[in-house]
Structures are given as structure tokens and as C-alpha cells.
């Protein structure tokens, strides 16, 4: 079965394949290729808004738009990219999208990370746009050649007619004038030699290392780090609070008091852990401050008891049963398991007159951006939200309040003093 | 000032004597590659070597690592050479990866001693280092491919 996939320019924009008139193949050499999240380069530069790059120098840089969390996106979207776009495996490398409409995910409608949705979601729209690039670098070469591009042929990298060669680096200036095809046609999956194949994980080099960038290692010089004493219920409140203590120990910069309990501002992690165990909160518990693990375990143990909903059903169980020679009753329990991630919750905030910059492992930029957008008191736009590595997600990264990220801009906004602010969450699943 | 060998470079830093050695290495050195999970040495992602041996850096206080020999991560090989890294990357160990620069400190630190480690003698001196993705089988796998890679003469 061929697929043909007939789409008209404008179609292909709102696929998100690109905006702004052309698919990026731009000039980009080695020294653009860094990822927008570096840690020491906070002011790194927008990067562009589309989902692949192709050097003058043949590197490959593929935009993935969803967050890496150990579940392999980093490497199975490219293979998507790559599969159409009949390039050089060894050549691509990964960047994470910033913040952006083109980037929301197909079905949900904003961008964000989960439910296992993003190789199906991403499957069609990831080979579209590496069979785009592919059709506009053999364009490029027919157009160089004088040539039908029909008798060109693309492979591994390389555009070829009859002996004569060039390079997809050779053909990247160029390509980027091409015309975005109207129609492209995506492979066969019998011809298929990247998708379905093993293929390394290509974030594990860095992972092995210790050079990869998660959100708890950016820094800047003059970052404050900053720990928030929670209610030790969920929901609950301080009431009141001394900081006396807190602010007695060296290197506690401030205290402050955000919606969610007691910040300690410190000029590095130590001073902050100190200070807020000096901390005196009074607690205010809140509505679920009755809540407990054997309290939820009748509750459940009550409703089991309740006509379930059925998920399927064939013949007639009940007479079966009714006349089985033997039955048998067991009872299934599993633990709650927490959305509890390896890395802490952190975020990093530098937030300026008109401006805020943020670096977080996060599956939720979108409402991220948005709610530190809200409390800043900035415009969407106003807000660069920096994906990195996630040290686990399970969807604790992707919270509908956008809990650690609101809590980071507060806390900046309070300190009210120009400079950045490292938030990690540590008593706070 | 507290004097540090780490990676084999010396360094002077200005701290509290009862800080953990983990946040020198982390906020002091800028050595990010050692990670912080928990604080009380129950999840391992912090392992470092002290003179050889595995450590878990968030609860050992900087004052009790001076005069010693520190490796971290970035230091195990210059370019991710270590028969551990090589059988990491091979076997496609990590996930998530925030757990891994503590697994494979501790997995270096049981091959230097252990050449030919046996499945109870990698479960009992990995036992230590949580893993939140689950890659426990490919660790296991790893150190065994390590440990061969190391009698085919691959350095330690």
C-alpha cells in the first residue's frame, strides 16, 4: 500500500510543518547547533520555529516538540524525520522546541507531554515534514543540475543523478528558497529501514557522562536557590510563621511568603536546607487534614461492594457461575503508587522588567508558559519557557496548575531583586 | 577554605565544613553530572568515588573528603571511554537518565574490585541505587557486558 498524502500549502502550514513561509534548511554551521537550554548560556538565542534544520555542514537538527523523560522521544520522532528524509542516521542531532503553537500536540491542542500519545500523534505529521525536506534538497539539486527531479534519486545523505553528486550540506542554502512541495508521498512500510528497526537511544551518550542538562542543573552565576516548606497536607496553608531563626542562618538571603506556604531564599542549597528547617510554621491543614491511607482503603473497600461499570462482557457469568462445580474468590489490591520522579521538582526563573526566562523539565509548556505569564504580569509571549531533560515525568511534570512552575515565579517575583532563582522542591512530590 | 583533589584537579572552595560534598561538587565545581535525589543516602543517584570506593556525596560532609581522591562522573574517563559507559550506551541503559551517573559509579566501584562480579554480587552492590524508569534487567546486562569488555583488555 502507497500512501499518497495531497495537502496544499496552506494545509501544510496548519499542519504546523512550518511557519513563516519556509521550511528551515537553513545556513547553520556547528556553532548554532547548541541546545537552546544550555546551562551557561541563559540568553540563548529563539531558536527556529520549525522541526528540522540542516547545516551547511550536513549536521541534522530535528525540533522535537515533546519532552524526553526516559521515554525515547528524543530518538523515536527523529527516526521519523529520518525515515522520509533518506539521511545520514549518525548525522542528526536533537534540540528541544521552545514554546509555540506550531509545536502543540495534534490532538490536545496545546504542547505538552503524555498519555503515550506522541509517536502515534507525531507519526504522520513527522514523516510529512521529512519527506518535505527531502523534495525540496532534491529540487534543489534537479534546479542545479538542469534536470528533471523526478530522475534524481536521494540516499543516505546524498542527492544523486547519474554519476553526479552533491551533498545534503552542499544543497542546504538552496533548499531553503525551494518551494514547499504541495504534495509529498510518504513511504511504503515495506521500504522501511530506520522505523521498526533497533536503533540506540540517541541522548545516551550525554547520560553517561554526566554532561546532560536537566532542569536542576541549569544555573547562572548568582543564582539563588530557593526551598518552600509545605504544608505536610496537601492543600493545607501556614497560618503563621517566624523567620527569625531562618534568616540568622549564613547565606539565607530572605523568607518569603507565597500561596503555598514559606519560601527560603539562599545563596546556594546548603544555606537554603538550613535555613528552612529553622523555619517556625504554624500549619493550617486544611480540608483534608482527615485524610489517610486506611481511611481511603475502606472508603474503596466500600465502593468495591457497588455494581462496577462493565468493560466487557460475554455469554452469561452469572449462570456459570451459578452452576460451576467450583468457584473460586480472591481480592486484588495494588499500593497507590506516587508520581514520584528520581529528579526533584524544580524550576528556574529569571524574571525581569518585561521579561521572563524559564528552564524546567516539564511535560506541560504550554500551561506552563501561560500561568508564569499570568503572575508575572506578562504577556504569553513575553515568557521563554526552555525544555530540558526530564529526571522522570509520569505525569507529575505535567500538573493542570502548573504547581512548581507558579511557585518558582512567585517566589522571584516576591524576592524582588534582579537575578535568578533556582526552586527545588524538595519536600514536595 | 576547604582544599579538594576532585578528578584530579585541585581546588579551594569556601564553604561550611558541615556541607555535603555532593553540593561542592554540584554548586562549587559546577560538576553537575552527580545528582541529587533525596538527601539521605536511600536513592543512590548522588554515588561518587572516594578513594576508590562508591559514596553516596549527600550525606558525606565536605570535611570528610579532603586529602582523598574524589571521582565524579565527568572524571570515571575523559571521553566516556570507561568499559561501564561503552556497555551503558550499548545496551541502551538509560531512560530517563538521572539515576545513571550514580549507577555507574557504583557499577565501576564493584568492577574494580570484582572483575567476573556474578547476578547476586551485581543485585547486592546495586542495591542501593534506585532506578524510577525501571532499568534494573539492562544494568545488570551492562555490568556483564562491562565486566567482558574489561578481559578483552578494555582498560578499567
Known amino acids: ?429 | 577554605m576547604i582544599s579538594l583533589k576532585v578528578n584530579g584537579k585541585r581546588y579551594e572552595v569556601d564553604v561550611s565544613d558541615d556541607t555535603p560534598l555532593l553540593w561542592v561538587i554540584r554548586e562549587n565545581l559546577g560538576l553537575t553530572g552527580t545528582k541529587y535525589g533525596c538527601g539521605m543516602a536511600q536513592c543512590g543517584a548522588c554515588t561518587l568515588h572516594v578513594d576508590g570506593r562508591a559514596v553516596r556525596s549527600c550525606v558525606t560532609p565536605v570535611s570528610a573528603a579532603t586529602g582523598r581522591e574524589i571521582v565524579t562522573i565527568e572524571g570515571l574517563s575523559s571521553d566516556g571511554s570507561h568499559p561501564a559507559q561503552r556497555a551503558w550506551i550499548e545496551e541502551d541503559v538509560p531512560q530517563c537518565g538521572y539515576c545513571h551517573s550514580g549507577q555507574i559509579m557504583s557499577a565501576a566501584a564493584l568492577l574494580s574490585v570484582n572483575p567476573k562480579p556474578s547476578d547476586a554480587d551485581i543485585d547486592e552492590a546495586m542495591s542501593g541505587n534506585i532506578c524510577r524508569c525501571g532499568t534494573y534487567q539492562r544494568i545488570r546486562r551492562a555490568i556483564h557486558r562491562a565486566a567482558a569488555i574489561m578481559a578483552q583488555g578494555g582498560r578499567k
Open chain 1, 1 to 429: 500500500m502507497r500512501e499518497i498524502v495531497n495537502f496544499s500549502r496552506r494545509a501544510f502550514l496548519k499542519t504546523g510543518a512550518l511557519i513563516g513561509g519556509g521550511l528551515v534548511l537553513g545556513i547553520v554551521g556547528p556553532a548554532n547547533g547548541t541546545r537552546a537550554y544550555a546551562a551557561t548560556v541563559p540568553e540563548a538565542p529563539f531558536i527556529p520555529e520549525a522541526f528540522v534544520r540542516i547545516g551547511t555542514d550536513g549536521a541534522i537538527t530535528i525540533i522535537v516538540n515533546k519532552s524526553e523523560m526516559g521515554q525515547g522521544v528524543y530518538t523515536s520522532l527523529p527516526m521519523l524525520v529520518a525515515e522520509e528524509l533518506e539521511c545520514n542516521w549518525s548525522k542528526i542531532r536533537v534540540e528541544a522546541a521552545p514554546v509555540d503553537p506550531v509545536y502543540n500536540h495534534t490532538v490536545f491542542g496545546m504542547q505538552m507531554t503524555g498519555g503515550s500519545t506522541s509517536v502515534p500523534t507525531e507519526w504522520e505529521r513527522m514523516r510529512k515534514v521529512g519527506a518535505a525536506a527531502r523534495e525540496m534538497l532534491v529540487m534543489a539539486a534537479a534546479d542545479t543540475w538542469k534536470v528533471q527531479k523526478e530522475a534524481c534519486r536521494a540516499e543516505n545523505g546524498v542527492v544523486y543523478h547519474g554519476t553526479k553528486k552533491f551533498t545534503y550540506g552542499q544543497l542546504a542554502t538552496k533548499a531553503s528558497g525551494m518551494p514547499v512541495p504541495a504534495n509529498v508521498q510518504l513511504k511504503d512500510p515495506s521500504l522501511f529501514k530506520i522505523i521498526g528497526k533497533p536503533t540506540h537511544r540517541i541522548d545516551s551518550p550525554e547520560k553517561v557522562n554526566g554532561r546532560a542538562v536537566f532542569g536542576i542543573d541549569v544555573t547562572a552565576p548568582g543564582t539563588m536557590i530557593v526551598l518552600i516548606a509545605h504544608c505536610p497536607v496537601f492543600g493545607g496553608k501556614a497560618k503563621s510563621f517566624s523567620s527569625e531563626k531562618a534568616r540568622a542562618v549564613p547565606g539565607v538571603k530572605d523568607v518569603v511568603q507565597i500561596a503555598s506556604g514559606i519560601a527560603v531564599v539562599g545563596d546556594n542549597f546548603w544555606s537554603a536546607y538550613k535555613g528552612r528547617n529553622a523555619l517556625e510554621v504554624v500549619w493550617d491543614e486544611g480540608p483534608l487534614a482527615g485524610l489517610s491511607t486506611s481511611g481511603m482503603r475502606k472508603e474503596y473497600a466500600a465502593l468495591v461492594q457497588n455494581p462496577g461499570i462493565a468493560a466487557r462482557k460475554e455469554g452469561d457469568p452469572e449462570k456459570a457461575l451459578g452452576t460451576a462445580a467450583k468457584t473460586l474468590t480472591a481480592e486484588y489490591e495494588v499500593p497507590f503508587l506516587a508520581h514520584a520522579a528520581m529528579e526533584p521538582l524544580n524550576c528556574f526563573v529569571d524574571l525581569r522588567a518585561g521579561s521572563c526566562e524559564i528552564w524546567t523539565g516539564t511535560q506541560s509548556q504550554t500551561a506552563d508558559r501561560d500561568a508564569a505569564a499570568q503572575i508575572a504580569g506578562l504577556k504569553p509571549e513575553a515568557v521563554k519557557l526552555h525544555t530540558a531533560f526530564l529526571g522522570g515525568g509520569f505525569g507529575r511534570r505535567a500538573n493542570p496548575h502548573s504547581d512548581f512552575v507558579s511557585q518558582s515565579v512567585q517566589v522571584a517575583k516576591a524576592v524582588k531583586k534582579p537575578g535568578y532563582c533556582q526552586h527545588n522542591c524538595v519536600n514536595f512530590l
